[in-house]
């Protein structure tokens, strides 16, 4: 075991750690403070990188390259996988950490690191254990307590799954009710489903379909939560259960391909419901529209200003950057700019990874939410509207363009209401 011989008065700089020039994180500088002297002591590492997941966790070899690029680091939260090593290397409870709840599995890291560190395996890998022990945030336990109850996580009657359906103007066919094959089957998925403002998308791109002549049908009260960002946020045995269910609705009916309003729904079901036998074609509905949207007569000018904020779950993690922008430019009349942070590049949301569900647990360890970092960024193009195509982001940038005193400047729009705006 090597010992660090450190000196209080020598390693502290203003409010920050550094021990041979590697920044340390808050926990450090307050257990310095305290006049702890450290050993090494990987046995924290050990237990990380033993969870069968988590290994990469032990490549890190400190080149720092993730750390400027991660959304929670950017924002004051002291993050990123770098530093998550360092602490691990001196014995730093992981499981005891806020650490373990801060990632928002954005992939941001991944896309830079060198060695193949990798977050998106390792945070459920770790965070399932603490799931286990039932070490995990209140706000979070009750999403995870609302999926398994309701089956969504806001908690809602699931004989209302497909009540959106009667507050649209056109037909939206649900599977059990026609009995035969459609050509597309479109999973909702529950913020898109329930959530006041997410249904806005929802009823649009339903009377765009129909306008379209699309032949689809949706499962209604037999869908169930994908369960992508419980599975991310550690709750492991309920995503499979849920994938089991979904899998077994699908497959009693016939269709040619998924489309999906939800980046976190196409996640799962491209990605993760093959490992249980679930093999579809699956589409988010940018990229279905895509070559479609020079069918619509367009029959208002829309005369904005816009932005595109690119989710992590169709970006980074599903290679989709390039159907959302030939959405918004064939809008008649729009203006569109791109903020400096897009494509590969994007910035976060906050909302993935379980997020969606911990801001008040993030409040008391970053600076400002990544929602509220976004919004100024998206203000600061002059843009009159800031552009979204993820169920979580409409509210969250809602929220986020208030609480950073932004109202009157620029709006939230789904690229479905946009569209449905301009074909009257
Ligand atoms: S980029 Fe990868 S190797 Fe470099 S510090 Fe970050 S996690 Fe470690
Ligand atoms: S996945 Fe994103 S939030 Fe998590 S550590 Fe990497 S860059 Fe930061």
Redesign the pocket.
């Known amino acids: 075991m090597a010992r660090l011989n450190v000196e209080k008065d020598r390693i502290i700089e203003k409010e920050k750690v550094v021990v041979d020039g590697i920044e340390l994180s808050r926990e450090w500088n307050r257990m310095f403070e305290q006049r702890v002297i450290f050993d090494y002591d990987t046995s924290m590492l050990d237990k990380v990188t033993s969870i069968p997941g988590a290994e990469s966790m032990g490549w890190c070899y400190q080149c720092g390259q993730?750390v400027p690029?991660?959304?929670?680091?950017t924002v004051g939260?002291e993050?990123?996988?770098r530093k998550?090593y360092r602490n691990l290397q001196y014995g730093i409870d992981l499981f005891e950490s806020p650490d373990l709840w801060?990632?928002?599995?954005?992939?941001?890291?991944?896309?830079v690191c060198p060695k193949d560190v990798n977050?998106?395996d390792i945070?459920p890998a770790v965070r399932a254990e603490a799931v286990m022990e039932g070490q995990v945030p209140d706000e979070l336990q009750e999403a995870f307590e609302n999926t398994f109850e309701y089956g969504n996580p806001l908690g809602e009657s699931p004989r209302k799954r497909a009540d959106w359906t009667k507050e649209v103007s056109v037909e939206v066919p649900i599977m059990k009710e026609i009995n035969r094959p459609v050509d597309v089957l479109w999973f909702v998925e529950c913020y898109p489903a329930y959530h006041h403002r997410s249904k806005d998308a929802t009823k649009a791109l339903a009377e765009i379909l129909v306008r379209l002549g699309v032949d689809f049908g949706i499962l209604g009260v037999e869908e169930k939560c994908s369960c992508d960002s419980q599975r991310l946020a550690g709750e492991v045995g309920l995503f499979e259960e849920f994938a089991e269910h979904n899998i077994k609705t699908l497959k009693k009916y016939k269709f040619n391909k998924i489309l999906t309003t939800d980046p976190h729904a196409l996640n799962a079901l491209r990605k993760e419901y093959p490992k249980y036998g679930g093999e579809f074609e699956v589409v988010h509905y940018t990229t279905f529209l895509a070559p479609l949207i020079d069918k619509i007569e367009w029959k208002k000018t829309l005369n904005y200003k816009v932005t595109f904020h690119d989710p992590?779950y169709l970006g980074r993690h599903n290679g989709e950057y390039d159907a959302p922008r030939k959405l918004i430019e064939a809008l008649p009349g729009v203006e569109f700019v791109e903020m400096g942070r897009c494509r590969e590049q994007s910035y976060?949301c906050g909302g993935?990874?379980g997020g969606m569900w911990l801001d008040g647990f993030m409040a008391d360890h970053i600076k400002e939410r990544l929602s509220e970092n976004r919004i100024k960024e998206a203000v600061a193009t002059g843009a009159d509207v800031l552009v979204v195509c993820c169920p979580y982001e409409v509210s969250r940038f809602e929220d986020a363009v208030k609480s950073t005193g932004n109202e009157g400047k620029i709006i939230v729009r789904d690229i479905a209401e946009l569209i449905k705006e301009a074909m009257g």
């Not at 690029?69 to 680091?73: E, G, I, L, M």
């Not at 801060?102 to 896309?111: A, I, Q, S, V």
């Open positions: 993730c690029v991660c959304p929670v680091d939260g993050y990123g996988p998550i801060k990632c928002t599995t954005c992939m941001n890291c991944l896309r977050m998106i945070m992590c976060c993935g990874g």
